[in-house]
């Protein structure tokens, strides 16, 4: 079965009747046809083909991600790059949420489809009636090939295009190869998962020695600071520090599979907003664990195993929204673990969010603010680790590492603050906040938070 509504060269896309393009497009439809789905679908392809002609490539339209029940509007094979376009019809704005699907389609395209991982993606917004600017090329740091959301109108997307074949190495995908990518998610992450979830220590499964020596050295830390508070009564939050791909994600794992037996107070959860992610490791940790217990002449229900592996890995947002049910009561975990803690929202966002999505007209908190109150409910001990990547662009509406700083200044004047000396760095965004801690009695530095 293909996964597009619609697939050619774009040579056959560009020279084609607009009517036989629809036609496809409608007879593939799962769900009724709207008229302004119709409209959309109309726009795109007369645009498309119109800045197409001079272009060699493939196009797909509607294209299904394997396993991960999303349609992306277009992705275009052009040269050496997979572009993954969004079109928001009539829109003069590149809004936040815009930009998140977009980068979410590309994150899932980049890290669950086999073809997808090795190539260079380059994720679009076209906001059909925003203003004109000049468009940002940038790859991120983390050396996968994978560019920021490029924003751009029917006018500039020409010149995007450009740009971005401009950045990259000259090649040319296979077309039939693409297509035949199967689901496959990237095993780094899946694979130490399902490692540390069935007992294997964060040593085992690092790929060099010296990788095993600063994980190990990173998750014992974590855990001092974790004993010290518990023992102390102390309330704590440390900052995890690291370039990309350096392993904060797997030291969080560690930590957290470590401390997950929920009738031990030191029981601790691993939250992360990349919800794709979220699923996918509840899958493969569930499956692993069924797999596991049956070889060992054990029967066990998957969805018991299921219920267990998701108290391990949660979304950010849920645990949030729970704590949103009961302002008083303290959540039921002592540990929390916020990866990519950077990309939490300001103010002005979660003020937004909570208005229009949860009846909340006057609330008044960034997310960092309220996910710090959430475990200071507890009236003994607390401690939250912050997993932090440098480098990376913070995108509108997220708040940067400075307003977790911000909130424990303003608000939580006895929570005690490890940071690493790296956390100084300019590309952290930690700004001027940081020389404002200098009077603070209880900052320690600890250089072994950082990877």
């Known amino acids: 079965m293909k996964r597009a509504y619609y697939s050619n060269s774009l040579s056959n896309f560009t020279t084609s009747s607009v009517d036989t393009i629809l036609s496809s497009l409608t007879q593939n ?15 795109e392809i007369q645009f498309l083909q119109k800045v197409l002609t001079s272009y060699q490539g493939s196009i797909y339209l509607e294209y299904s991600i394997p ?10 094979l052009i040269k050496s790059v997979i ?45 059909t009636k925003a203003k004109s ?34 950045f990259v190495p000259a090649g040319n995908l296979n077309a039939k190869e693409w297509e035949q990518g199967r689901y496959s998610p990237t095993p780094t992450i899946v694979e130490a998962a399902m490692a540390l979830y069935n007992g294997h220590s964060v040593t085992e499964i690092s790929r060099s020695d010296a990788g095993a020596i600063n994980l190990n ?43 997950m037996d929920n009738k031990n107070d030191l029981y601790s959860v691993f939250l992360s907003g990349n919800g794709p992610l979220v699923a996918i490791l509840r899958e493969a940790l569930t499956r692993d664990k069924v797999r596991f217990e049956k070889e060992r002449g054990r029967k066990i229900k998957k969805n018991i ?56 007209p006057n609330f008044n908190q960034s997310e960092p603010e309220f996910l710090i109150s959430c475990l200071d409910r507890h009236k003994d001990w607390a401690v939250i680790v912050c997993l932090v990547g440098g480098g990376q662009e913070i995108n509108t509406g997220e708040a940067g590492i400075s307003e977790w ?43 072994k938070l950082s990877l």
């Open 83 to 127: 572009f993954v376009l969004e079109f928001k019809i009539g829109d003069k704005e590149y809004s936040l949420s815009s930009l998140d699907q977009v980068w979410d389609y590309s994150l899932d395209l980049k890290n669950f489809h086999e073809s997808s991982h090795a190539q260079f993606v380059a994720p679009i917004l076209i906001a």
């Open 217 to 259: 050295e990173t998750s014992e830390e974590i855990s001092k600071i974790i004993y010290h508070s518990k023992k102390n009564s102390k309330k704590s939050i440390c900052f995890v520090t690291g370039v990309p791909g350096a392993g904060k994600t797997l030291v969080g794992l560690n930590v957290e599979t470590k401390h």
């Open 29 to 43: 439809n799962e769900f009724p046809l709207e008229q302004t789905q119709r409209d959309a679908w109309l726009e």
């Open 67 to 76: 396993r991960m029940g999303k349609r992306i509007d277009v992705v275009l």
């Open 133 to 166: 600017k000049t468009p940002t090329i940038t790859l991120t740091p983390h050396n996968d090939k994978l560019f920021f959301p490029i924003k751009c109108n029917t006018e500039i997307f020409p010149t995007a295009v450009e740009e971005v074949l401009k």
């Open 305 to 360: 195993v299921s219920n267990e592996v998701k108290m391990f890995i949660q979304n950010v947002h849920n645990f949030r929204d729970d704590c949103l049910v009961d302002e008083i009561k303290a959540p039921i975990e002592h540990v929390a673990l916020f990866d990519e803690a950077q990309r939490a929202w300001n103010m002005q966002q979660t003020a937004n969010f909570m208005r229009r999505k949860k009846g909340r």
């Open 405 to 447: 700083i911000e909130s424990l200044k303003r608000s939580f004047p006895k929570w005690d603050i490890y940071i690493s000396s790296q956390l100084n760095d300019s590309e952290y965004a930690a700004g001027k906040v940081l020389s404002e801690l200098k009077n603070r009695s209880n900052v320690f530095l600890k250089d």
